[in-house]
Each structure stands twice: as structure tokens, then as C-alpha cells.
């Protein structure tokens, strides 16, 4: 099957609410402009500096998330262009984009990253760091930062019912924020799913779903 190809049978089975984020990650130009001439606008990278060499050789009107957990002193790098940053997972990574943000002029639109798998190993924060955040004075005073929702990745495991499980937890946690006042957001995006369980996310709620490999081939 062709990257064109699966794209579009990707698409077709999406609901109009769900954005798909095309994830390019390690994958050569050529086959992200495949997607792209198949009409994908919106490519998920999950290191800076690829991203930033792709985005210098791609088209313009290609949308850029940054998707994998973020170095503070890389982002510089994306500050000029990147449209949603999957990854924030703490108020120190927070104003950092909010300074860069504000060097290139611009307000970064930002999901923050909670964890709720089982695996130690994987980002993100728990909904007690979530509301302390949201809660203080400096997230307050951040102009150039729009938190848009939240992002979250499920354990890897065959057991359908821990991923759906997991994902009706973090929906839960997006309901809750939808419901009372935060600052600099306009809470909207539940950015959840992949490849192995995209279809699950999408039953608990998801309404981004971040897809590589399903796409692409193997990495
Ligand atoms: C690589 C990656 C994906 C895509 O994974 P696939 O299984 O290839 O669809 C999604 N989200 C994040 C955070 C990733 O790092």
C-alpha cells in the first residue's frame, strides 16, 4: 500500500471531529511530500531539529506539532513556526515557549501532557502538578502561550480494556478542565491515539489523534 493510500483509508474512517496528525517522525521529505500531494497539511515530529529541517524544505502552508517531549534549550528552534506542542509537562517548559513565543511575536498554542500509563517511563504530569499549574500566578501572566487541551499516551500492551481505561481517565481530566475558568486557553483539543490504538481513543473521546506508522510504514 502506498502512503497515499493509507492516508486515505485513515481518513475515511475518522469522524469529522477528529484531526489527524500525520506523524513523520525518521521518515524521508519524499515521503512526507507523498502525504502532503494526498492533501495532509499537519505532520507530528518528535524531535526539534528534524522538525525544523523539514519544515525549511516543505511547502509553507504545512502545519508543524512537536509531539515528543521537549528540551528546554531546543526550543528556540521551533518557536518561529511550530502550530501545537503536544508535550508540556511542566511550568519551567511552559515559559520557555511563553519567552520564545514572545521573541517571534507570536502566541504557541500548547496541549499539556498527563500521564496515565502504567509505565513509569512515560511523561507527562498527574492532575494534582495539572491544577497546581494552572493555579499559579506566573501560568497567569503568560501572554504568548494558548493552552489548547491535553495530550496523553496509553501503556503499551495488548489489553484493550487498560488502554480504554486509561483514555477514559484522561477524558475525564479534559471534561473537568472544559468546566472551570483556566487562563491563556481555549481548551478544545484531547490529543490521544496512535496506530495500535487509535480506534479505542476515538470511542473514549479523543479529538486528535497523532498516527505514524500506520501511515508510513515501520519505523
Ligand atoms: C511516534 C509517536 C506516535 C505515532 O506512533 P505510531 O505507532 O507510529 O502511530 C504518536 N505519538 C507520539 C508521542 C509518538 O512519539
New binding site residues.
Given amino acids: 500500500m502506498s502512503i497515499a493510500n493509507n492516508l486515505q483509508n485513515i481518513k475515511t474512517s475518522l469522524p469529522p471531529h477528529v484531526t489527524l496528525v500525520a506523524?513523520s517522525?525518521t521518515k524521508p521529505v519524499a515521503d512526507l511530500m507523498e502525504a502532503y500531494n494526498a492533501g495532509q497539511r499537519t505532520f507530528g515530529e518528535?524531535k526539534i531539529q528534524e522538525m525544523a529541517e523539514k519544515w525549511e524544505q516543505m511547502p509553507k502552508d504545512a502545519e508543524w506539532h512537536m509531539?515528543?517531549h521537549v528540551q528546554t534549550n531546543k526550543v528556540k528552534y521551533m518557536a518561529p513556526f511550530v502550530s501545537l506542542v503536544h508535550g508540556v509537562d511542566s511550568l519551567k517548559l511552559l515559559k520557555e515557549i511563553n519567552k520564545q513565543a514572545k521573541k517571534n511575536n507570536r502566541v504557541i498554542n500548547c496541549l499539556l501532557q498527563m500521564h496515565i500509563a502504567e509505565e513509569e517511563t512515560k511523561f507527562g504530569m498527574d492532575e494534582k502538578e495539572l491544577e497546581e499549574l494552572l493555579a499559579s500566578e506566573e501560568f497567569a501572566q503568560m501572554e504568548n502561550i494558548k493552552v489548547k487541551g491535553l495530550m496523553g499516551?496509553a501503556t503499551f500492551t495488548d489489553n484493550e480494556q487498560q488502554i480504554a481505561k486509561e483514555f477514559t481517565q484522561l477524558k475525564a481530566i479534559f471534561d473537568n478542565l472544559k468546566n472551570y475558568p483556566v487562563p491563556n486557553s481555549e481548551i478544545s483539543v484531547l490529543s490521544m491515539g496512535?496506530?495500535?490504538d487509535y480506534k479505542i481513543a476515538i470511542e473514549c473521546g479523543s479529538t486528535m489523534v497523532?498516527?505514524?506508522?500506520?501511515i508510513f510504514g515501520m519505523r
Fill in positions: 506523524v517522525k518528535n509531539i515528543g499516551m496512535m496506530s495500535g497523532r498516527i505514524g506508522s500506520s
